[in-house]
Nanobody
Framework: QVQLVESGGGLVQPGGSLTISCAVS????????MGWYRQAPGKQRESVAI???????NYADSVKGRFTISRDNAKNTVDLQMNSLKPEDTAVYYC?????????????WGQGTQVTVSS
């Protein structure tokens, strides 16, 4: 079975940096994209950064220039490097894989990792 496990979350001061990782296990033969989403209390889950199967990346306007998504094929991880963190970046960050299951679009999700930006 496919499983996504996030790690690396924690508490960081404003302006600091943090890298979170998503370890992907199981067989995924076809995927359209992998990425990171986040959800703050009382707010809707939003896309943060996406990397497609072709290597293209897309970022939310709020994180452009500060966050970098990458995929490490050797380690089977999807990482999100976060720099110049702001308090408004505080949220639970979820790893996502958009793929096909039984010929239909399917989205795998990790359990989430908490990122708190506070002094």
């Amino acid at each position: 079975q496919v499983q996504l496990v996030e790690s690396g979350g924690g508490l960081v001061q404003p302006g600091g940096s943090l890298t979170i990782s998503c370890a992907v296990s199981g067989s995924i033969f076809t995927f359209y994209s992998m990425g990171w989403y986040r959800q703050a209390p009382g707010k809707q889950r939003e896309s943060v950064a996406i990397i497609t199967s072709g290597g293209s990346t897309n970022y939310a306007d709020s994180v452009k220039g500060r966050f970098t998504i990458s995929r490490d094929n050797a380690k089977n991880t999807v990482d999100l490097q976060m720099n110049s963190l702001k308090p408004e970046d505080t949220a639970v960050y979820y790893c996502n894989v958009h793929t096909l299951r039984l010929g239909l679009p399917y989205y795998y999700w990790g359990q989430g990792t908490q990122v708190t930006v506070s002094s």
